[in-house]
């Protein structure tokens, strides 16, 4: 879908509905300079608490500021594939040992894990200990 913009000689400006930056770089100019907040936020379908937040993102970094994030933590996981495959190697070698016992061995060898990412791990991959009554 193309979204047009109007030119003060006749010409429009014609932008692509899903460049994302462009729309909302374009919801921007046109609020604030021609054809004001109101109409633009209804031109562009967002609300006008998101058009002051891009603005002030605007303010704050210019353009690349608009620029969308993929959504998620930006931090790298703990739980690696090595640190798995350490969980469940030392769980098997000794399966009595508790979730805080393998954190601190991990921890040793220079391997940051805490013990609740044991525990999810242990969980994950039904290594619990099994109650003989």
Not at 28 to 47: D, F, M, N, R, S
Not at 71 to 83: A, L
Not at 109 to 117: D, F, L, N
């Amino acid at each position: 879908m193309k979204i047009s913009i109007k030119g003060i000689k006749g010409k429009d400006f014609v932008i692509d509905s899903e460049d994302s930056l462009a729309r909302k770089l374009s919801m921007l100019i046109e609020g604030h300079c021609t054809i004001g907040v109101q109409q633009a936020i209804k031109k562009y379908g967002y609300t006008e608490q998101r058009y002051y937040q891009l603005l002030a993102k605007y303010h704050e970094g210019g353009a690349h500021a608009l620029i969308g994030k993929k959504p998620g933590s930006d931090k790298q996981p703990v739980r690696t594939k090595e640190i798995v495959n350490q969980i469940i190697r030392l769980r098997f070698l000794d399966p009595f040992s508790s979730a805080d016992v393998i954190a601190q061995k991990l921890n040793q060898m220079g391997h940051k894990v805490s013990k609740r990412s044991v525990e999810r791990t242990i969980t994950e991959y039904g290594l619990q200990k099994k109650h003989m009554f």
